[in-house]
T-cell receptor
């Protein structure tokens, strides 16, 4: 199993550009989530999904969109990138209800 | 919603010493408390977890204790080694709904050889 994969590993965007961060898992996990990690701020939840077709907002959802058309994939879209979105983004998946989360290797995004 | 406080933000120890990281949570309904280790350039990885019906859990050199009355839990690492150097995150999950955990802000543990 590859586990949770994320692409790209690094990305530089200009303010106003849009892009999609890809996340895929091959463990047939129902739950998937997106976090951003900033220095001194820990892991903050952006959006999450409890199954295909079901998504919800986390702590810091503004400026990001998600969709979940399949169990395996959970892409994160930045509609109009801003410097405040410079961060490291982690995708995670888990089996239902209070179990271990499996994190991907992260995407380092810089917005200039 | 749940709020998790984690201390200290940085912890520096000598190899062989013990290290303790403490977390408090706000929602008394939380019942799952995992700890994650994040090595440089990688995603966090679960190292140990505890559920609310257990007061202590050990796995070799690491242990976690939980005090539900006081709403705090701690990670204990004994006989620290340089490879224990990493960022450690505590988290708490409230049952029902998403079970998505709320994370603390992390502790950077540095073990000096």
């Amino acid at each position: 199993n590859a586990g949770v994969t994320q692409t790209p590993k690094f990305q530089v965007l200009k303010t106003g550009q849009s892009m999609t961060l890809q996340c895929a898992q091959d463990m047939n996990h129902e739950y998937m989530s997106w976090y951003r990690q900033d220095p001194g701020m820990g892991l903050r939840l952006i959006h999450y999904s409890v199954g295909a077709g079901i998504t919800d907002q986390g702590e810091v959802p503004n400026g990001y969109n998600v969709s979940r058309s399949t169990t395996e994939d959970f892409p994160l879209r930045l509609l109009s990138a801003a410097p405040s979105q410079t961060s490291v983004y982690f995708c995670a998946s888990s089996p239902p209800a209070g179990y271990e989360q499996y994190f991907g290797p992260g995407t380092r995004l810089t917005v200039t | 919603g749940e709020n998790v406080e984690q201390h200290p933000s940085t912890l520096s120890v000598q190899e062989g010493d013990s290290a303790v990281i403490k977390c408090t949570y706000s929602d008394s309904a939380s019942n799952y408390f995992p700890w994650y280790k994040q090595e440089l350039g990688k995603g966090p990885q679960l190292i140990i977890d505890i559920r609310s019906n257990v007061g202590e859990k050990k796995d070799q050199r690491i242990a976690v204790t939980l005090n539900k009355t006081a709403k705090h839990f701690s990670l204990h690492i004994t006989e620290t080694q340089p490879e224990d150097s990493a960022v450690y995150f505590c988290a708490a999950s409230v049952p029902g709904g998403s079970y998505i955990p709320t994370f603390g802000r992390g502790t950077s543990l540095i073990v000096h050889p």
